[in-house]
């Protein structure tokens, strides 16, 4: 065990303010993680492995002032620490606030490679059976990761605290083609905590649904295009509201002036029946946490509330620029990174409709059962995307399965034309890649937008 004293600590911090800053933290990490890739029956790769390091930070102003090491070495943190403060030009602002707790690094390993030879088993059975369910399938690529990451931090403000973060996932990628016609369906799991994550998401149940459905789109006829109203499934969870929206909610975004919801807090900027949150606290999601990467508790964050813009997500910079709240959303890849506001798991709330009513009122238009990738512009909010999986509806009913379409819009028109909201948000795991990439989970319930531009792919 690795032991930093309160006194070290403090020597620390106080040499980082030296040269200027207001505020200042230290970051420690450490990183175990196994995951294999099986493709056409194949094992392809298996990694296992750990890492850790230190990350140093000064805030002066508008700025930060950082670097990072990957050693926990006392006298090279001095020095490193020395060398940022040599980086600011300021005078001093700030005194570190005492400091009375030890950072206490147990490094025993908790992942190894014993731990997942049934699970390789289970998968190598899973990939074959695949296989075996039809000869249109011509590829299918099965991953499986997890990790455990250990985080510890202390501030100029005193603060102290740690937290252990253990992530699972695993993705079924299957490839089924008839003819001139090649067809993709995909799905990928994952959870924070200890449950396991075959008791929650059956391997088998999971590589059948892909398998189902990608042969299923083989049969699919060419979209409609132009101008119609959309339903979004729940099941199609929050890729439009994580990508499209809420980028825009981020507090280095409105600082910088780059958002197109900066200067709009108290303004209707949605539908009465859209309430949009962002919350790291609720167990189990892939976005899930007990402290930020900063030390601030998760907590709930409601962007929007019946249509009125509420609240903005922060890190320690930019709410100190913007005098507002923190929110518990400074995340970073790891400790080479600095810390920016991020989303945890970001939804839209849930309203009182059925999808049954929603279906219902539509006498032409698309059904999105599952969203593919795409590309957004956050400064104005303009976004294509993908249509993976979506359904022609006529007359309130689904018809046809649809292939080649993507849906076209911007993200605060879309959150305008929300008619309905149903009662079914589903929450779906995501990697989020601003800059570097941290895990996050995006929902919706099902919901009708009034009027979207279908394009082809």
């Not at 750990?50 to 020095?79: F, M, Q, T």
Request: charged share 20%.
């Amino acid at each position: 065990m690795i032991v930093l004293e309160p006194q070290f600590i403090h020597k620390l911090i106080d040499i980082l303010l030296s040269k200027g800053g207001n505020f200042s933290d230290i970051y420690i990490e450490e990183d175990e993680m196994f995951s294999f890739v099986l493709e056409n029956n194949v094992i392809k790769t298996i990694k296992t492995g750990n890492e850790g390091g230190v990350h140093l930070r000064v805030i002066s102003d508008d700025k930060s002032y950082c670097a990072y090491a990957n050693e926990i070495i006392p006298d090279k943190l001095e020095i490193l620490a020395g060398n940022i403060a040599d980086s600011l030009s300021a005078g001093r602002t700030n005194q570190a606030k005492n400091i009375d707790s030890n950072l206490n690094f147990i490094t025993t390993s908790k992942l190894h490679l014993g731990m997942y030879e049934s699970c390789i088993r289970d998968f190598l059975d899973t990939s074959k059976k695949i296989y075996v369910a039809s000869p249109k399938i011509c590829q299918a690529t099965l991953s499986f990761s997890q990790s455990f990451k250990r985080i510890w931090i202390a501030n100029s403000d005193g603060l102290v605290s740690s937290d252990e973060r253990q992530y699972s996932r695993y993705m079924i990628n299957v490839v089924a083609k008839d003819g001139s016609i090649t067809e993709t369906a995909y799905e990928g799991p994952g959870i924070t905590g200890d449950q396991n994550i075959f008791d929650l998401y059956p391997l088998e149940t999971t590589s059948e649904k892909v398998v189902k459905r990608v042969l299923a789109s083989l049969n699919a006829t060419q979209a409609p295009l132009g101008k119609m109203p959309v339903v979004l499934m729940g099941e199609a969870g929050g890729t439009m509201i994580h990508e499209a929206c809420g980028h825009a909610f981020e507090a280095d975004f409105i600082y910088k002036d780059t958002s197109i919801f900066g200067n709009k807090m108290g303004q209707k900027i949605a539908s009465d029946n859209v309430t949009v949150i962002d919350d790291g606290s609720i167990p189990g999601l892939y976005g899930s946490f007990s402290i930020d990467d900063e030390g601030v508790e998760a907590k709930k964050t409601v962007l929007i509330e019946n249509g009125v813009l509420k609240g903005y997500m922060t890190d320690r910079l930019s709410a100190g620029l913007l005098n507002i709240p923190l929110t518990g959303n400074g995340r970073r890849e790891s400790f080479r990174s600095k810390p920016i506001p991020r989303m945890s798991n970001t939804f839209i709330e849930n309203q009182n409709m059925i999808p049954e009513e929603i279906l219902s009122t539509v006498s032409n238009g698309i059904l999105v059962k599952r969203m593919g990738g795409g590309q957004v512009n956050i400064t104005n909010g303009e976004f294509i995307f993908e249509i993976s999986e979506g359904y022609e509806i006529k007359n309130g009913k689904v018809t046809n399965q649809i292939r080649g379409a993507s849906m076209i819009g911007n993200g605060p028109d879309v959150l305008n034309d929300i008619e309905s909201v149903g009662n079914d948000k589903c929450f779906l795991p995501g990697v989020c890649g601003k800059f570097d990439h941290v895990p996050v989970s995006d929902a919706q319930p099902t919901i009708k937008i009034k009027q979207m531009t279908i394009g082809g792919k």
